[in-house]
């Protein structure tokens, strides 16, 4: 922190899935966002134009002030993967290879050009006319004719990204940390110690066995989308009978130390277009499955096997970490810690006495993991392992631009400026058994909505699953909700052992028996525990809420319907929510009630005047 000024870093993720950035001050995380929730374009792999912007904003900084640029990956160590496996499988892998070169040649193989000129657009002197305008008529040197951001820029490791980004927003001193995911560079899962402001990496498996690609084999064998669907694939399997293990373990030779070899021959990724074989599917018997196909029980006894068989490999993997490296703490990071019913195990059986879990622990996640990692290097005497605080980390919008918004359109609201009675009325709505659309302060990061950006309703009433699966979220009727608890009361109505659970990646028993819209078919719910520290307005909300019904929990689900990124802005929440068939919407601290409004006319004059289609 030479001169007193703060060190700014700006972290980086994108060009494959989930595009994130975040700005990293002195080693604290003061803003971070997904790409797709501007661009409103799901899982937006592209340069994260617009979620640099906020953060720049957030943090009140432009480009100038940012002391490096950090990159979650190493590409040349990708484009090395790519090159070797297609060189090993040749001739086959011609298409697929192909098919990745063309993403190379276009994006990645220039991947620094391509950050330099993105973020040079953000210079404050940058001059929109066209580059040949400048180039021929002011004959302006080439360099100004392109504004390039010309800093530093950091590249680390895929996996390193990852463990960081769960070890230091942990706040534990020392930590081993466990990261699993589809495929990084060349790792697939990683063992890394974490002590003080040192991170190092100890040990990893790598590509192509792979715990996360084995998941995506049979996610895309049960007609979901690969890199998105896991977490259906996840909801699916209480609903089924482990009854295939065995087969599934036939696909792999495990080894004591958690680690397993992928028998090749029945997967197809590392040379086509698909993930699994011909001998895979006569292995099991059943054709891959098409998206709009039926889901049958053997869908579900095949999900439920496959979550069987990740858990007791998890457990496999946490046990040989503590074995190795001992120690009281593990972090858990990479798409793979985004199972949350995995997770729960790792808590009450595994060996470790406290565990944390990132909440955006997949890609997105990578950008924060680069940042905090490149500063560690940088300051490691001044490294803030302050535990992460929050997690609401996005951009919000103000009561005055509500307010206009409403009005313009026209739009009755109520409007309470109590914080007080603001959650007696929403409660009360809730009590009323309303279905709510609640958007308030800053957007969360990661792919959970915490109480800012969630439809909420009353968790006693059977009929509510249906409804806000069918009519609100337009999405498959099996798919549980989580609930949000009380933090105070967790421990009454959920099997958590004392366990916090703020960022819901953790499933437990649910011991309360009148909460059929929350619990699984095997008794379980994957858990948000709130406390007024973790978010004030959304606990009085709840608490509000057990004080009218003497229940402390509510349904909490995204804010979006199915297709859709998470709201961003009160105009997309207030659009989701003359779509569908909610009853309530709270924008900040006004109440739009769906009797006072003309969703029709609403629909068509958005799509004419915000939206600018018809
Ligand atoms: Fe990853």
């Given at each position: 922190m030479a001169n007193n000024k703060p060190t700014y870093l700006l972290g980086l993720a994108c060009f494959y899935h989930d595009s994130s950035a975040c700005v990293v001050k002195d080693g604290v995380v003061v803003a971070a966002a997904q790409e797709e929730r501007f661009t409103r374009l799901k899982h937006d792999e592209n340069f994260p134009t617009q979620a640099v912007a906020y953060c720049l904003a957030e943090a009140g900084i432009s480009m100038n002030d940012i002391d490096g640029v950090c990159f979650y990956e190493k590409p040349l160590w990708k484009f090395e993967r790519l090159l070797l496996t297609y060189i090993q499988e040749w001739p086959r892998g011609f298409v697929s290879f192909i098919k990745a070169m063309r993403a190379w040649l276009s994006k990645k193989l220039w991947m620094e050009h391509i950050i330099r000129k993105e973020l040079g657009e953000f210079w404050p002197a940058y001059d929109y006319r066209p580059w040949y305008h400048r180039f021929v008529?002011?004959?302006?040197?080439l360099k100004q004719a392109f504004p390039q951001f010309e800093g530093k820029i950091y590249y680390v490791p895929h996996h390193l990204s990852h463990a960081a980004s769960t070890y230091y927003p942990s706040g534990f001193e020392d930590a081993t940390v466990l990261t699993v995911d589809g495929v990084g560079e060349w790792s697939t899962t990683s063992l890394a110690l974490g002590h003080g402001s040192k991170l190092e990496l100890k040990e990893e498996m790598v590509f192509p066995d792979s715990l996360g690609l084995l998941y995506s084999a049979f996610t895309y064998y049960l007609g979901f989308k690969v890199n998105s669907g896991e977490y259906k694939v996840m909801g699916l399997a209480p609903y089924g009978e482990a009854k295939y293990t065995q087969e599934i373990w036939d696909l792999l030779d495990v080894f004591d130390d958690g680690s397993f070899r992928m028998k090749p021959e029945f997967f197809a990724y590392r040379y086509g277009l698909r993930m699994t074989s011909q001998k895979f599917v006569k292995h099991f018997g059943t054709p891959v499955r098409q998206p709009e196909d039926e889901l049958t029980q053997w869908h579900k006894d095949m999900a439920a096997s496959l979550q069987q068989v990740t858990e007791e490999l998890m457990l496999k993997l946490v046990q040989y970490a503590y074995l190795q490296y001992g120690g009281k703490n593990l972090c858990l990071s990479g798409g793979v810690a985004l199972n949350c019913v995995a997770n729960g195990r790792i808590v009450r059986e595994g060996p470790f006495e406290n565990v944390y879990v990132f909440p955006a622990a997949g890609d997105a996640g990578g950008s924060v993991g680069a940042a905090l990692y490149t500063y560690s290097i940088m300051e490691p005497e001044s490294h803030n392992l302050a535990p992460v605080k929050t997690i609401y980390l996005g951009p919000k919008n103000s009561n005055s631009e509500i307010e206009s918004f409403l009005q313009e359109y026209g739009i009755k609201f109520d409007k309470i400026l109590s914080e007080e009675d603001r959650a007696k009325s929403i409660a009360q709505h809730l009590a009323d058994n309303k279905v709510i659309g609640l958007f308030q302060g800053r957007m969360e990061f990661g792919p959970r909505a915490l109480g800012n950006r969630s439809i909420i309703a009353d968790p006693r009433q059977n009929e509510n699953w249906k409804r806000v699966n069918i009519k609100i979220k337009f999405r498959e009727d099996f798919r549980p909700f989580a609930p949000s608890v009380m933090a105070d009361k967790a421990d009454d109505i959920f099997d958590l052992r004392g366990v916090e659970s703020p960022y819901m990646l953790l499933t437990a028993h649910t011991k309360a028996k009148d909460l059929p819209a929350i619990t699984h078919v095997n008794g379980s719910a994957r858990i948000q525990t709130v406390s007024p520290e973790d978010n004030k307005p959304y606990y009085d909300i709840i608490s509000a809420f057990n004080d009218l019904t003497g229940c402390s929990t509510i349904i909490n689900t995204s804010f979006n319907v199915r297709g859709e990124p998470i709201v961003c802005d009160h105009i997309d929440a207030f659009k989701c929510f003359i779509r569908t068939d909610m009853d309530i919407l709270v924008l900040e601290n006004f109440i739009v009630n769906v009797d006072d409004v003309d969703k029709e006319a609403l629909k068509s004059q958005f799509e004419l005047e915000v939206f600018g289609d018809d």
């Open positions: 008529f002011n004959r302006l040197p």
